[in-house]
């Protein structure tokens, strides 16, 4: 994911904290946490994935 997005991700988040959200942020606040999760979630897949057990006997 582009650190401009994590950029925005941490500024909507903080944003939300002081002020309310209008209904395009919080639109683009919802995409953007989907975003980054898929890439989490893809990354983590990628890991188990590459994963290889021995067998020690």
Do not use: G
Not at 3 to 25: D, F, G, H
Request: no cysteine.
């Amino acid at each position: 994911m582009e650190k401009y997005k994590l950029l925005r991700i941490s500024e909507l988040s903080r944003k939300s904290r002081v002020t309310a959200l209008s209904e395009a942020e919080l639109e683009e606040q919802k995409a953007l946490r989907e975003e980054y999760l898929a890439a989490v979630r893809n990354n983590f897949r990628a890991v188990l994935d590459s994963i290889e057990f021995t067998d020690k006997k």
